[in-house]
């Protein structure tokens, strides 16, 4: 009844091409932003922004720029805290060498540099496909580490390998409180969710989502293969190159490679199948599922069952942690953004049945 | 020269505990098309698990039909709670249900017998053999020889399992088509009980072997991610390819650590493997005994 598309006619082709078709969908949308930006910044305390809000929007842009991969163009990838960890470090290595380089540009470069790392490891997927290629992105992830690791020069020869960031200073204002961070955080995610979203609607998407769907048939029909799964490579790892480098910054406050390791990308793939393959909405609810989960798994041990022993709670998170992701499979496996479609469905006939 | 065979010895033997985890996923994705992620996490399970019933006074040969009973039961119960409500499900749906598989596998192991780490004694010394060494001046360690020799009588027996009984055509038939397999009448849910099963006994002896040489702890999780290189250069699909695989992946790490790592600055270990899988891939996209799919539209 409240949630229907009646009367709202369609007159010029903008209309017809919009994100939002729908003038509910667009007040939602513009109520969230706007919580997004004003309520939040006014209420919320600092645990909220710096535990979890930041790395919540971190994580689903990473989200996303996986979901550009494996959602969109269908190659699935198990790098990405690896490509992320490019980001960091370049940005790192940029601020650091290139005197007088915003930060902005330097995380731009970031992503840049986790582009090109991305090509080169993403042209394997020409010849391979499947699980053997979702093995070969493990190359990558134990591969860059590695070299994080052990060639000096990234870590500017630091003892210890954990490097601090530099202060986030962008025109001359100082991003050092929590509400800050999140404030820039948000901002660069919701343009780049809004860019992915515009990407994945154009010819570029279309291109990507025929590969997935089957290369061959997108081959004849004029699609370069080759071009198409290596801009998908690129997008991505620019998506997770920024967004490792603000982990880096916004969230960690040290750049260090162990922060990108194995179940860092884990976690990641976990979001867009959980929150749903081919959506960006689906990203964002993956990774509020894939944060929040833990910390409220360990409030509700922590009051419901303070008398077990620690060990034992410790092992319980672990086991409803990966039951809760078998659960989800079983019922929606098409994830999360699957079900607010239903919901929407249902929505339109409430409160009526037919 | 003598040290070069002492280290490819070394390697060889080694492989061939990659090849047993290698064996588990194998198994699995013959007979399902499950990418099976939860593979090490049932390989630390059933150590933890034998090495509890030990601590718990069971004598050796008790604990080994306890402890395969157990996995057993486990690969049933995984087979019908995950796997039976995911038919027909995409395969990376299926693969990351595995992965959520193996959090709870790892939260059980640790909640049921503890955390800490523990050795395990199967009575076999990590010593080097004397009359090879005075033979041939190559130490070959004599309980790399007994895992080699463990690993090779499960390859034959699950090799003739698969191609002279009947539970093992009917596997061959599954995994060759999951529809033409049901419309002849084979219970496709059976089989899927049986393979799980199969893992979970494979999972058993990887467990022991890699539980002696390393110690029974969390770490040994990690030994799935030195099965995946094995993997994708034998084929996921072929078990003497996890066995070849195996063996070239422990022989060429090894190698590679000795006289490449001192330049690169050592640990080359954790990639080499994905490395050299990834530049076989090139040349050849399906491993070295995988099926060469046809795709057509």
């Not at chain 2, 004599?142 to 093992?168: E, N, Q």
Request: charge should be positive; aromatic fraction near 14%.
């Amino acid at each position: 009844m409240f949630y229907r598309e009646a009367g709202q006619y369609k007159t010029t082709y903008e209309a017809d091409s919009a994100i939002f078709p729908i003038r509910q969908e667009r007040f939602a949308f513009w109520t969230f932003l706007v919580i997004a930006f004003v309520v939040v910044p006014l209420t919320a305390s600092p645990y909220l922004f710096s535990a979890i809000l930041i790395p919540f929007l971190i994580l689903a842009l990473a989200a996303i720029g996986l979901n550009i991969l494996t959602g969109y163009a269908g190659q699935l990838s198990l790098g990405s805290a690896a490509f992320m960890a490019v980001g960091a470090f370049a940005s790192y290595n940029f601020v650091l060498r290139v005197p007088g380089i915003p930060l902005l540009v330097a995380f731009g470069c970031g992503g840049l540099s986790a582009a090109a790392v991305g090509i080169l490891f993403g042209l394997p997927s020409l010849r391979i496909r499947g699980f053997y290629l979702a093995v070969a992105t493990l190359a990558a992830q134990f591969f860059i580490v590695w070299c994080l690791t052990k060639i000096g020069w990234f870590t500017n020869y630091s003892a210890s390998g954990v490097i601090t960031a530099q202060a986030l200073v962008i025109l001359g204002y100082t991003f050092d409180t929590p509400r800050a961070k999140y404030l820039l955080v948000l901002t660069i995610v919701a343009l780049m969710a809004l860019a992915a979203k515009n990407m994945a609607r154009s010819n570029t998407g279309r291109k990507w989502m025929a590969v997935r769907d089957m290369d061959v048939a997108a081959e004849v029909i004029g699609i370069r293969l080759m071009s198409s799964k290596l801009l998908a490579f690129a997008v991505s790892s620019f998506y997770c190159g920024v967004a490792g480098a603000l982990y880096a910054y916004a969230y960690l406050g040290t750049v260090e490679p162990e922060a990108y390791n194995l179940d860092l990308s884990f976690r990641i793939l976990f979001m867009i199948i959980i929150g749903g393959m081919g959506t960006i909405l689906g990203s964002f609810l993956g990774a509020a599922f894939i944060v929040l989960t833990p910390i409220l798994l360990n409030i509700f041990v922590h009051t419901f069952a303070q008398s077990l022993p620690s060990s034992v709670s410790s092992n319980l998170e672990p086991m409803v942690f990966g039951g809760m992701i078998i659960y989800f499979l079983v019922v929606e496996p098409h994830g999360l953004a699957r079900l607010w479609q239903i919901g929407k469905e249902k929505l339109r006939l409430w409160p009526f049945p037919h | 020269m003598q040290f070069f065979f002492e280290v490819l010895i070394g390697g060889l033997l080694s492989g061939v505990m990659y090849s047993l985890v290698a064996l588990g996923f194998v198994l699995i994705y013959k007979a399902s098309g499950v990418f099976n992620f939860a593979q090490g996490s049932m390989v630390f399970f059933a150590a933890l698990t034998f090495v509890g019933l030990l601590e718990k006074g069971l004598g050796f040969w008790l604990a080994l039909p306890a402890t395969l009973a157990v996995m057993i039961v486990l690969g049933l119960v995984i087979e019908r709670i995950v796997l039976r409500p995911l038919i027909n499900q995409p395969q990376i749906t299926l693969f990351m249900a595995t992965i959520g598989l193996s959090f709870f596998i790892e939260g059980l192991a640790q909640l049921m017998w503890g955390a800490n780490v523990r050795g395990l004694e199967l009575g076999i010394q990590d010593e080097p053999l004397q009359w090879v060494s005075d033979v041939a001046g190559v130490n070959v360690s004599k309980f790399d020889l007994v895992a080699a020799g463990i690993a090779a009588v499960l390859v034959s027996t699950l090799a003739i399992f698969f191609s002279r009984t009947r539970i093992g055509r009917a596997l061959r038939a599954v995994a060759d088509d999951h529809q033409a397999a049901l419309a002849v009448g084979i219970p496709l849910q059976q089989i899927w009980g049986i393979v799980w099963a199969v893992a979970g006994a494979v999972a058993l002896v990887a467990g022991l072997l890699w539980g002696a040489r390393n110690g029974v702890q969390f770490a040994l999780t990690f030994v799935a991610l030195k099965a995946l290189p094995v993997l994708i250069l034998g084929g996921f699909e072929s078990i003497p390819g996890a066995v070849v695989g195996g063996l070239i992946v422990g022989a060429s790490e090894k190698l590679a650590e000795v006289y490449v790592g001192p330049y690169v600055g050592g640990g080359i270990e954790g990639w080499f493997p994905y490395v050299l899988a990834l530049l076989f891939l090139l040349v050849r996209p399906e491993g070295l005994f995988g099926e060469k799919i046809i795709r057509r539209i």
